[in-house]
């Protein structure tokens, strides 16, 4: 069974704030009130849900399970949307991604005996794909603004050849996925060496046998790495033809004010 953090000891939190706002007063940073209002609405935010999660539970699992990824992957295209502001129909397209993926995960989940259709499998399972998925196409969408741009001449050229859209864009295309899966990549070479991964520590602390752990955190770092690397390869080559108008021609899309 976990220990129970009392209120007390949860107020003595404060200390590893004040390291870094420390820290950024002494190095004339700029970051003392950034971090202590991303602290607080961080600490707001986790107790919150902490509510909401208890509630949610508490419903049939169909219907707590369904609202809560509603309005994670509504959050998740939000935010991720912001890297590709200018593009058309970027927040339709990527909810749609962020939506079959999670879907794709989960039935193969529930398909293959790895958890149950309870809530409390379910969405912090969830939690971690979509949120994983939600910053890898932010970088792919980032990625592929800059890569466009930098990349103007030679994909003018080769349109100026003959080639098309697609094939003057291959090898950018190449470089964003490659991008947006490099960080989940480096991660699998050194987890559980490096690091205990949160999953797994969050199991054996709740008195889950390690190899139990073990069996949830590899479920949950191959489904991450999958739907990563899908996603980031889904919302490239869906969005990257808005980069070229009617007439094959290279366009710039800067981000709106």
Known sequence: MAPTISNTSMLFLIVFV????????????????????????GVIQLFLIGYILTYLF????????????????????FHASKKGEGIPKVRLMIFLIILGVELMILSMWI????????????????????GNSMVAIGLALERMKSEFREGKGKIVAALSLGAKPQQASK????????????????????????QLPGMMTGLILGGVAPID?????????????????ISAMLVTIALYRY??????????????A
């Open 58 to 77: 508490a419903l049939p699992p169909l219907t707590g399970i369904s609202i809560m990824l509603l309005v994670m992957i509504t959050i998740a295209t």
């Open 213 to 229: 752990a073990i069996r949830y955190q590899i479920v949950i770092s191959l489904s991450i790495f999958t739907c990563v690397s």
């Open 171 to 194: 090898i950018i295309i190449r470089k964003i996925v490659k991008a947006a899966m490099i960080p989940n990549v480096d991660g699998l070479k050194t987890v559980g060496l490096v």
């Open 111 to 130: 398909g293959f005996g790895m958890i149950s259709f309870t809530s409390e499998q379910v969405i912090p399972m969830s939690g971690m794909v979509i």
């Open 18 to 41: 004040l390291i870094p706002v420390s820290l950024s007063y002494m190095y004339s940073l700029g970051l003392g009130k950034s971090i202590t209002w991303s602290s607080l609405r």
């Open 243 to 256: 980069f070229f108008n009617k007439n094959m021609q290279l366009i710039d899309i800067k981000s709106e």
